[in-house]
């Protein structure tokens, strides 16, 4: 039996959804049970999970669920969450000859079942989070202000048809916002642009010099796509269909991820470091993996 490719497997998923029109990550991800979560941890699946799971709310394990008393549904099909193992290996070294140790991540994945296909287990009660003062678009401009003053970005608004980011300017240029259908599209913008900002070479050091139509360029579009809608969604910001700006890229991510399977894992991975970077402006690495922990082996 030939052995099973974790990077076709989710590569494949997202081409699936593309292709039928769906935008995997134009759904809400961020927060206590807010999308997809596991059932024993509590916790949401990462950014890349949350697009291949095709439901919200509880998901676990086989095992997990029957440690709950409950069992699986009669023709229930799993869905798979992947997360990186880290293995040990030596390498030679080319001049010495000497072995050294090192540590290489791997990407691995698990089944799980939706609570829809489960039977004997009652779903949680459903979340309720406290009452919060702040308006949505009151945090959104607060979270992306403290961004730009915190990392000292240069912020221009002027009655305009485009908005960008120069890294060699370190500056982010926005129309103003009476320009826009809504505030929240301008809040899509604003955190589209601020995301390519945190790959300048002081912060997540991208690469943000590719031409308009390589590889590397939709890799940042994408990126910065990702990064904006988990922010919108870490707002509680709902921003209309629209899909103009993605149709002019799509064909891009899918050249992209026809010829590359690790396209989609690579810059999903990117964006979640973005907006980790971009809301506490810290960039180490948690000592254990994330999804490792959720799945409970």
Request: some cysteine; glycine content about 6%; hydrophobic content about 35%.
């Amino acid at each position: 039996m030939a052995a099973i490719n974790v990077y076709d497997i989710v590569t494949d998923r997202i081409i699936e959804q593309l292709k039928r029109g769906k935008i995997p990550w134009k759904k809400p991800w961020y927060g206590v049970r807010s999308g997809a979560f596991n059932r024993v941890t509590k916790r949401p699946y990462s950014l890349l999970n949350q697009m291949l799971l095709c439901r919200k709310g509880e998901y676990a394990t086989f095992k997990q669920w029957s440690a709950l008393g409950g069992t699986i549904k009669k023709g229930a099909k799993s869905e798979i969450v992947v997360f990186w193992k880290m293995f040990d290996t030596k390498e030679t070294d080319p001049d010495t000859g000497d072995e050294n140790e090192k540590m290489i991540p791997i990407l691995r994945y698990y089944r799980v079942f939706h609570i829809e296909d489960v039977e004997g287990v009652d779903p949680l009660e459903e979340y309720k989070p406290e009452e919060v003062a702040i308006n949505p678009i009151d945090n959104a401009e607060n979270l992306f202000h403290d961004y730009i003053e915190r990392e000292g970005i240069t912020l221009t608004q002027t009655k305009s048809d485009s908005a960008s980011y120069s890294p060699v300017r370190d500056r982010i240029q926005l129309p103003l916002m009476e320009q826009f259908i809504s505030a929240s599209e301008y809040y899509s913008t604003a955190f589209h642009e601020a995301i390519h900002s945190t790959g300048h070479s002081t912060r997540c050091n991208r690469v943000l010099s590719g031409g308009k139509y390589s590889k590397e360029y939709a890799k940042e579009e994408l990126i910065a796509e990702l990064g904006a809608s988990y922010l919108l969604n870490y707002c509680d910001i709902q921003t209309p269909e629209s899909e103009t700006n993605n149709v002019a890229y799509i064909q891009s991510w899918l050249s992209c991820l026809e010829n590359d399977n690790r396209f989609i894992v690579s810059a999903a991975g990117k964006a979640e470091k973005a907006v980790k970077y971009f809301i506490s402006g810290n960039l180490t690495e948690e000592s254990k993996n994330d999804e490792e922990k959720e799945i409970l082996k």
